[in-house]
């Protein structure tokens, strides 16, 4: 994540330039599931993962078994069955990972359509973790970007306002199935 410039300033007639070191080296994955359930608070849960320098063999982001441990994670903590909304990354859509979901009653996945980040309550975290806990910060390494990311996300994650409004912004709204309202 480069971090965006919020202001700069440069004398008068002078374009500003804002330099950024280590801009792609993409060394830090964070995966993220929105829960939500109709009269109850939303949730948060995210997992950080710090990659080995790709260059030298490491991965760029996660990889199936990475999502596999989250959704496992989130089944543990809210104790309940989970139905995903994806997007289209490829990673979601891993044979490997489908064969886990398969083989799993309590999943159920639903894909976004294609090219449609604007339907992903996700992609309103991100979003507000880069203009909150990355504006004009000049990381010095790795760990302090994860410091900075780690306290963005708890900061996101005790505010289920926001994360209410993170689904209000694509303008999705919870229903329920004809079997719970019986």
Request: aromatic fraction near 8%.
């Amino acid at each position: 994540m480069t971090p965006p410039t919020a202001r700069t300033w440069s004398p008068r007639g002078m374009t500003p330039v804002v330099r950024v070191r280590g801009r792609s080296q993409r060394r830090i994955s964070i995966a993220a599931l929105a829960c939500y359930k109709t009269g109850e608070r939303p949730r948060l849960i995210w997992r950080p993962t710090v990659h080995p320098d790709h260059k030298s063999g490491g991965r760029r982001s996660f990889a199936w078994t990475d999502y596999r441990d989250l959704l496992v994670d989130a089944h543990q903590q809210l104790g309940k069955p989970i139905v995903l909304v994806w997007d289209n990354l490829n990673v979601h859509r891993d044979r490997r990972l489908r064969a886990f979901i398969d083989a799993h009653d309590w999943i159920t996945v639903h894909y976004l359509p294609a090219y449609t980040p604007q339907l992903n309550p996700v992609e309103g975290i991100w979003s507000l973790l880069r203009r909150r806990c990355q504006t004009n910060t000049d990381f010095t390494d790795p760990a302090h970007l994860m410091r900075a990311l780690r306290r963005g996300l708890r900061q996101v994650q005790y505010r289920p306002d926001i994360i209410d409004g993170c689904l209000a912004g694509t303008g999705l709204t919870l229903t329920t199935s004809p079997l719970e309202g019986q």
